[in-house]
């Protein structure tokens, strides 16, 4: 097979020096929860995990991650043994900085693995699957979120990805509904994402295939069997140990903190952020129109900063409706899928479950957009279809994740390197993907086009103009457009998916 | 290269990166994307410290530039070159107290603490670091990055080379590792100089001499280090005035006179801010010494003596020998600190201080001139015979000037460094040895400045700086494809490879001895001797080449001494 150049070997090479120089960039406060939990795994008794609360950046992921964190902490005390005291709040030696700022670039090979096999594994045009290969290897969300901002999603993401090529052939089945069962127990976020593969392997692993002549409800007994003890294996080796204390009550309450808002401290850019737009226009148009103002709600809303948000002309949200629209939204694509699975309609599936639980979801972060930008990036350049409705999404996406990143030095990192990929890959995929066989929806590529050109003034508005023209006042603004404006492009560009998902 | 570009593989990775654009791709398309990756590592390493970070009491280059900021936008014009010279004395050309103005007028928009008289001394705001830092950038890509790009496209043009092998050229001459860690870094403003030098150097390939001259003196006028090259432009442009296009010589006069006129303008320009300012606040009584003395003129005392002072043009002509003063500092001595230099390497076996000064600089100036000499005159006599022999000879000469030449700091390798790495945008300049050696001293030169930068704690952009440079141009230590290829002499080949790789050998040897084991009590210095020692070695090793290729390439020997016709032949 010949080689394509540039390799992801080269690529991440290239990358990781650049993400060595961001060493001494700004880091978030998950910078400290994960030493936190370093300290925790290395130095308490496993029961004691989820309970420790010294710190108020308590243990609150699934076991497998706490046990990623305790290998980790054997190194780290190698490193500097300072970091993985309980104690030692802040702690933030430049040992401590580097260390875990290389598990983050050496933990990320997983993603590269991962990477390679997608490539290996698909038939089509190779040139295609290579770039969408490179485009997510050097995406700027892993890059502002795992090396600014601090986090592990590379490892996630790879083990993610791995899990969803090993669906592609049948005999590996098995073997990516356990891998992701795995992930599962490594953060639960990805619980998002399990409706698609549920209704998959349900349909091609447990059920006899279409083509057989006998009935769909023949199950087939050895697989369910298979997966079923594989994912109760795996599930045991996760949460067994703490089940034997009885603390599983106590895990769920850390995994699953029901108190939060509707909206994150900034909002996401989801249905939500418009709801919450539309309720603050309608505050200076309801005196007209003869609309009641709900006084309480007044304060939080105009500050945008809120934790729980209650809105001041439109009825309230609670997490059940969410939860309701979610599994609506995830259950009308998965009805195609179950009617004809093939791999292809499983990652739009996977990435149409992103898109739901993303968009109607309970107190959404808008990190959790890399659910649905890195699943469809693996089945984005099928054609000019699918790229159509890539494209507001990766543009939206990205300059969504701008405000988590509000430092002056690392400004232009952001910006600069985000617009590098949009237009390096935007510009790459345009000229691999193919015709598609079907109409093109014209107007959507239009409304993409010109989503895409009005990004330009808005990055250019918010990160200077607002500045220089109101100062520090009316801070919520520019995050407000950011939101509304990303927001309208994830929407935009799910309807559009969605078209292609079901006339597919 | 030319034939490589028919290769199906790229040779070395920087190839592999802009190999999906060799073909219907524009240049003007991958353009914007090499600045934008080249100025995403430029702030990234910026990110760092810089030098003399909480390092009191003088703390570095940082805070000299932020003073000149801080008295260029505080003083009158005519005292810049009069304040306190102990902490940071204007002590660079009218340009650079120009640009410090400028900057500092931005600068203080934006926060007037940053650059308070007096109060600011030492300021490590971390805002005021990002300022500073957009400062170097901007100033690089409003000067350096656009010469550097027209220099490389024409000169690429003139030497027969395609667009697309160009462009790996443009990118490995701006991710030149040496010049983002001194000034993206470490901090200065080098690119300013270089950039003007570049933009000569490429008026000069365009037979725009005027303009050449003019961004010249511009070099000149920011930073004084630029004279390292002033005998190549002299060279150059007198031999374009009697050789033009021939080789036989027919004195230009016009020409000539034109270009001497266009040096005088270049430089009334320069000094016209500085001139009309003290003569306007010599008008109004702001003298250049507030306290009202008359201190005599620090140079040319006897000057004095035929002036007036009372006279209006006084306070001009006292303006212009004080700058010169500070500008040349005639009376510090032979070298600064460990520097890979000629005269600091033989301090080692000879201690040099025991001789008078005075003998010391006589012998300086004989040995750089000797050095000098010789590449000035093939220059001289073959100014046009192929745009390759232009950064070869400015190469030549800055390494003579390194080498032999009087107070040379460290950081001076950039100024030989700068014009023999466009080598690589010249004909077969991505072939193996031309890339072998460009890179060679680059990375030698990296290696000299470690003592420099890891006094600042700058270890990590150092190593990540240096080795991703030496892997995109397939370079040791990351690999040796950059030597032994078809067509040239096996011995030649495997003499580069015996005499680099001892090099490269012998610097990661002394990176394992500095890192682990500690220099003997009587002899604290002995690393840093001991990498002045190779530094000398090995510069003066690319010294040695770029003139041997100089007088190949210019074809001044007869062919029989050179080889050049066997080898012409053969092609």
């Given at each position: 097979?010949?080689?394509?150049y540039?390799?992801?070997?080269q690529?991440a ?9 961001l ?37 609150d ?5 706490a ?7 054997r ?20 040992q ?40 997510i ?23 993610l ?6 669906a592609?052939?049948k005999?590996s089945l ?11 127990c ?24 279409k083509?057989?002549p ?7 007994f ?34 699953f903190?029901f ?8 909002w996401a ?6 709801y ?19 006084a ?40 195609k899928?179950?009617?004809r ?14 898109y ?33 409705a ?5 543009v ?12 002056p ?11 590098f ?21 014209f ?30 006042s ?8 950011t ?22 | ?29 991958l ?15 910026g ?16 805070e ?9 936008t505080?003083?009158p014009?005519?005292?810049?070159y009069?304040?306190?010279?102990e ?46 830092r ?7 890509y ?17 030497s027969g ?9 443009l ?12 000034d993206?870094?470490?901090f ?12 000569s ?5 365009a ?15 920011f ?7 002033a ?43 500085i001139?009309a ?12 010494h ?19 002072t ?7 002509i ?37 001789y008078p ?40 000469t ?18 030989p ?30 290696w ?16 990540v700086?240096?080795l ?11 690999s ?12 030649s080949?495997?003499?580069?490879a015996?005499?680099?790789g ?5 610097m ?20 840093v ?13 690319c ?16 062919p ?10 053969s092609?």
């Amino acid at each position: 097979m010949a080689e394509i150049y540039p390799s992801l070997v080269q690529c991440a090479i290239v990358a990781t020096a650049f993400k060595i120089l961001l060493f001494p960039a700004y880091k978030s406060t998950d910078f400290e929860v994960h030493r936190n939990w370093l300290a925790i795994t290395h130095s308490l008794p496993l029961w004691d995990w989820y309970y420790e609360k010294t710190s108020e950046w308590t243990l609150d992921y699934p076991p497998f991650f706490a046990y990623f964190e305790w290998i980790m902490s054997r190194v780290a005390r190698l490193a500097d043994p300072a970091m993985i005291r309980v104690h030692n709040l802040e702690y933030d030696s430049w040992q401590t900085i580097y260390f875990q700022r290389w598990t983050v670039i050496v933990t990320e090979l997983v993603l590269l693995y991962a990477l390679q096999m997608y490539k290996s594994i698909l038939s089509g045009s190779l040139r295609a699957a290579h770039a969408a290969a490179v485009s997510i290897l050097l995406s700027p969300g892993l890059l502002i979120i795992d090396h600014i901002h601090f986090q592990y999603n590379g490892v996630m993401y790879g083990i993610l990805i791995a899990s969803l090529v090993l669906a592609k052939k049948k005999s590996s089945l098995l073997a990516s509904g356990l891998v992701f069962a795995a992930l599962l127990c490594m953060k639960h976020i990805y619980l998002y994402l399990a409706p698609a593969y549920f209704v998959y392997l349900l349909r091609v692993y447990c059920l006899p295939p279409k083509s057989s002549p006998r009935s769909i409800f023949r199950i087939q007994f050895l697989n369910c069997v298979k997966l079923g003890g594989g994912i109760a294996a795996i599930f045991a080796a996760a949460f067994g140990p703490f089940a034997l204390k009885n603390q599983i009550p106590q895990i769920f309450s850390r995994l699953f903190p029901f108190s939060r808002g509707l909206c994150h401290a900034y909002w996401a850019p989801n249905v939500w952020a418009l709801y919450s737009f539309m309720d603050r226009l309608l505050i200076s148009l309801a005196p007209r129109i003869g609309l009641p103002i709900k006084a309480d709600a007044l304060n939080s809303v105009t500050r945008g900063l809120v934790g729980d948000t209650s809105f001041a002309v439109l009825p309230n949200i609670t997490p059940r409706m969410c939860f309701v629209l979610t599994l609506l939204f995830q259950a009308i694509p998965l009805t195609k899928l179950f009617m004809r699975p093939t791999w292809e309609g499983f990652i739009g599936g996977v990435t149409l479950c992103g898109y739901a639980s993303f968009l109607f979801g309970w107190h959404v972060h808008e990190k959790a957009i890399l659910l649905v930008i890195i699943p469809f990036s693996l089945i984005a350049l099928k054609d000019r279809r699918y790229l159509g409705a890539f494209r507001p999404l990766a543009v939206a996406g990205h300059v969504s994740l701008f405000p988590l990143i509000f430092t002056p030095a690392e400004f232009p990192i952001k910006t600069v390197y985000t617009i590098f990929w949009l237009v390096l890959f935007l510009m790459a995929f345009d000229r691999l993907a193919p015709a598609p066989t079907r109409q093109r929806l014209f107007l959507f590529d239009r409304f993409s086009t010109a989503y895409i050109t009005v990004s330009i003034p808005l990055i250019f508005y918010c990160s200077l103009m607002h500045g220089i023209i109101f100062g520090k006042s009316y801070e919520f603004l520019p995050l407000m457009f950011t939101s509304s404006y990303s927001a309208i492009g994830v929407v935009g560009s799910w309807l559009g998916f969605m078209v292609v998902h079901f006339t597919e | 290269m030319e034939r490589e570009a028919l290769v199906r593989i790229p040779s070395f990775p920087l190839a592999a990166f802009l190999w999906p654009a060799r073909s219907s791709v524009s240049q003007w398309e991958l353009l914007p994307l090499i600045l934008m990756v080249v100025g995403l590592f430029r702030w990234a390493a910026g990110l760092w410290g810089y030098s003399g970070f909480e390092k009191p009491p003088l703390f570095g280059d940082y805070e000299a530039q932020r003073h000149w900021m801080e008295i260029t936008t505080h003083l009158p014009i005519s005292q810049w070159y009069f304040h306190d010279l102990e902490w940071w004395g204007l002590d660079y050309p009218p340009l650079t107290a120009y640009h410090s103005w400028i900057c500092g007028k931005i600068g203080s928009l934006i926060d007037p603490a940053w650059f308070a008289l007096h109060d600011s001394r030492g300021s490590h705001d971390p805002t005021l670091k990002i300022f500073m830092r957009a400062t170097v950038l901007v100033s690089e890509y409003l000067i350096y990055i656009p010469a550097a790009v027209i220099f490389v496209r024409r000169f690429s043009r003139l030497s027969g080379v395609p667009a697309w092998t160009s462009s790996v050229a443009l990118v490995a001459i701006l991710m030149q590792p040496a010049t983002i860690l001194i000034d993206h870094v470490h901090f200065q403003y080098n690119t300013v100089m270089l950039g003007f030098v570049l933009a000569s150097m490429s008026s000069m390939l365009a037979g725009r001499d005027f303009w050449a001259c003019f961004f010249f003196v511009m070099a000149l006028g920011f930073k004084q280090m630029a004279l390292y090259y002033a005998f190549s432009v002299f060279a150059y442009l007198l031999g374009v005035c009697v050789f033009h296009r021939t080789n036989i010589p027919k004195f230009n006069i016009p020409k000539f006179i034109g270009i001497a006129l266009a040096t005088v303008v270049s430089f009334a320009i320069l000094l016209l801010p500085i001139v009309a300012g003290t003569l306007s606040e010599a008008s109004r009584g702001i003298t250049a010494h507030p306290g009202g003395a008359h201190p005599p003129l620090p140079l040319f005392a006897d000057l004095a003596k035929h002036l007036n002072t009372e006279a209006f043009y006084y306070p001009v002509i006292e303006q212009l020998v004080q700058m010169i003063h500070r500008i040349f500092p005639f009376a510090r001595g032979l070298f600064e600190d460990k520097v890979a230099n000629f005269w600091c390497a033989m301090n080692v076996v000879i201690k040099l201080k025991k001789y008078p000064a005075e003998l010391l600089q006589k012998g300086a100036l004989v040995a750089t001139l000797a050095a000098i000499v010789p590449p000035n005159l093939i220059l001289f006599l073959r100014p046009n015979k192929h745009p390759g022999l232009l950064p070869l000879a400015f190469a030549t000469t800055a390494w003579g000037f390194f080498l032999f030449s009087y107070q040379v700091h460290e950081k001076s390798v950039l100024l030989p460094l700068m014009p023999m790495t466009l080598l690589l945008a010249g004909r077969q300049g991505l072939a193996k040895d031309t890339r072998a050696w460009v890179g060679f001293a680059n990375i030698l030169g990296c290696w000299t400045m470690y003592p420099l930068l890891q006094r600042v704690d700058l270890r990590v952009p150092y190593t990540v700086l240096t080795l991703l440079w030496a892997y995109l141009l397939g370079l040791p230590p990351t690999s040796l494809n950059a030597y032994f290829q078809d067509g040239s002499s096996i011995w030649s080949q495997w003499a580069t490879a015996f005499i680099h790789g001892f090099f490269y050998l012998t610097m990661v040897f002394w990176h394992v001895l500095d890192m682990f084991v500690v220099a003997p009590k009587d002899k604290p210095d002995l690393w840093v001797v001991a990498n002045v020692g190779v530094g000398v070695a090995g510069f003066s090793l690319c010294y040695l080449w770029c003139l041997g290729s100089l007088v190949i390439e210019s074809e001044i020997l007869p062919p029989s001494w050179t080889g050049k016709e066997a080898k012409t032949k053969s092609e």
